[in-house]
């Protein structure tokens, strides 16, 4: 935090979640009406399941490697890139190695 505006945080994105055995674990960053930023880390193997959501999304990675499903077609990032799932269209996302993403939805 800093001590002249203690609404400024500076996270280091890759400290700032831990991986859990098995498991994808997430943490909201910032939750506004317009829009939400959350890290995850996805375990190897750990995936989420074909969804929509109503807003466009940014798949951020942070670290590792991805494999997403849009629109029924399979794309991989790895870290450092970054994707734009566009809104309503179906999306899947499958850990291909550990990895972490900051996922940023954008509701405007």
Not at 39 to 65: M, N, R, Y
Request: charged share 20%; glycine share 8%; aromatic share 6%.
């Amino acid at each position: 935090m800093d001590e002249k505006n203690p609404d400024v945080n500076v996270i280091g994105l890759q400290d700032h979640i831990q991986y859990g055995e098995g498991a994808v674990v997430s943490r909201t960053l910032v939750k506004r009406p317009t829009g939400t930023m959350t890290l995850f880390a996805f375990d190897q193997g750990q995936e989420l399941s074909e969804h929509t959501a109503p807003f466009d999304a940014v798949v951020h990675v942070i670290e590792g490697e991805v494999e997403l499903t849009i629109g029924g077609e399979p794309y991989r990032a790895k870290a450092g890139e970054m994707v734009i799932m566009p809104a309503n269209i179906p999306h899947a996302v499958k850990a291909a190695t550990r990895f972490k993403m900051l996922l940023t939805m954008i509701r405007s």
